[in-house]
């Protein structure tokens, strides 16, 4: 039988990447003369990558951006973050605990994000944790991207994994819209990026600390899947 996969979203699910994203935005949206976000507000941004925080930030500002514009911005967001991971970005609590906890039971683990895949790579290898990973697909690791359940479904069959004996790990909407679209059951988790509870988007189970997605969860989870 195949071995069990958990497969984590990284920004807002595995590291609270928020200090370091937001201060690349603030500075982004400096060279446009646009005010800088505060945190209550950057939480409505995040999620789907650079290129859409900063189309959400020009749209709560009522300001045209033109798509040359739109180009040069994620530009100048992509050169400042990656010149500053891992910056302030850590693990959530938990995290690590749970990454040992499924490790020593032969889980395979994954990443699968919408963030960029070299700075996923450069984030997880600059907080010492790459080794545990069996692959990390970024937003331009397939020509697909969540929501599109192949992102999800084509990161678990690179990291030696089976979508059938798979659970994934999210905080936001396009995560848990992801693993329902492919058929996996989804751990939502409550302390990330969204605008609204995770509760509203219907996930398989909601969680408010890694210590509650326990390897009887994730057993569960997969043999009601089946």
Do not use: W
Not at 108 to 113: E, K, P, Q
């Amino acid at each position: 039988m195949a071995r069990p996969i958990i497969v984590f979203d990284l920004d807002g699910t595995l590291v609270d990447t928020a200090p370091d994203l937001m201060d690349s935005l603030n500075h982004t949206l400096a060279t446009s003369d646009l005010p800088a976000v505060d945190e209550p507000s950057f939480r409505r941004f995040v999620g789907n990558g650079g290129r859409v925080m900063i189309e959400r930030a020009f749209a709560a500002q009522n300001r045209p951006l033109t798509a040359v514009e739109h180009d040069r911005l994620l530009h100048v967001f992509l050169e400042h973050y990656s010149a500053n991971i891992p910056g302030r970005s850590r693990p959530f609590p938990g995290a690590t605990d749970a990454i040992a906890r499924f490790e020593s039971e032969g889980y395979i683990l994954a990443i699968c994000t919408n963030k960029y895949e070299a700075n996923s790579l450069a984030l997880i290898d600059a907080l010492g944790l790459s080794s545990h990973f069996a692959a990390n697909c970024g937003q331009d690791t397939f020509p697909f991207r969540k929501p599109d359940p192949r992102h999800l479904t084509e990161t678990i069959l690179k990291a030696g994994g089976n979508p059938d004996r798979a659970v994934m790990v999210g905080d936001s909407r396009t995560d848990i819209d992801t693993a329902k679209a492919a058929g996996i059951p989804v751990v939502a988790v409550d302390f990330g990026y969204t605008d609204r509870h995770v509760s509203a988007f219907d996930p398989s189970v909601v969680v408010s600390h890694f210590d509650e997605i326990t390897l009887d969860l994730a057993h569960n989870l997969i043999k009601s899947a089946n």
